[in-house]
Nanobody
Framework: QVQLVESGGGLVHPGGSLRLSCAAS????????MGWFRQAPGKERVFVAN????????SYTGSVKGRFTISRDNAKNTVYLQMNSLKHDDTAVYYC???????????????????WGQGTRVTVSS
């Protein structure tokens, strides 16, 4: 059974940076697209970013384009989300997810992901 564990969340001032990590155990990430989603307080979980299985294609939701970068290190079985110029609206619990089927590009749809982590909390506050 694949388990995903996110880390790197915390409290940061507006304009600051954080790097989230998503490490897998019990299975490989290397052949699968990966995604990051987030759930703000009182809101539904939404798509943030994804990366295709080969690391070539990426996609971001509009509000994070130019500020967030998704990347992967298949040798370490880990996916990252570098978050710069953080804003109050980025406050949320961030989840990583592994795609259902191998050798696919990333997806914006939660249904296309089979495994999810427990989330890491990011709070942007002055």
């Amino acid at each position: 059974q694949v388990q995903l564990v996110e880390s790197g969340g915390g409290l940061v001032h507006p304009g600051g940076s954080l790097r989230l990590s998503c490490a897998a155990s019990g299975g490989t990430l290397g052949s699968y697209a990966m995604g990051w989603f987030r759930q703000a307080p009182g809101k539904e979980r939404v798509f943030v970013a994804n990366i295709g299985w080969n690391g070539i294609t990426t996609s971001y939701t509009g509000s994070v384009k130019g500020r967030f970068t998704i990347s992967r290190d298949n040798a370490k079985n880990t996916v990252y989300l570098q978050m710069n110029s953080l804003k109050h609206d980025d406050t949320a619990v961030y989840y990583c997810a592994r795609g259902k089927l191998p050798f696919r590009s990333g997806s914006l749809r939660e249904d296309d992901y089979a495994y999810w982590g427990q989330g890491t909390r990011v709070t942007v506050s002055s």
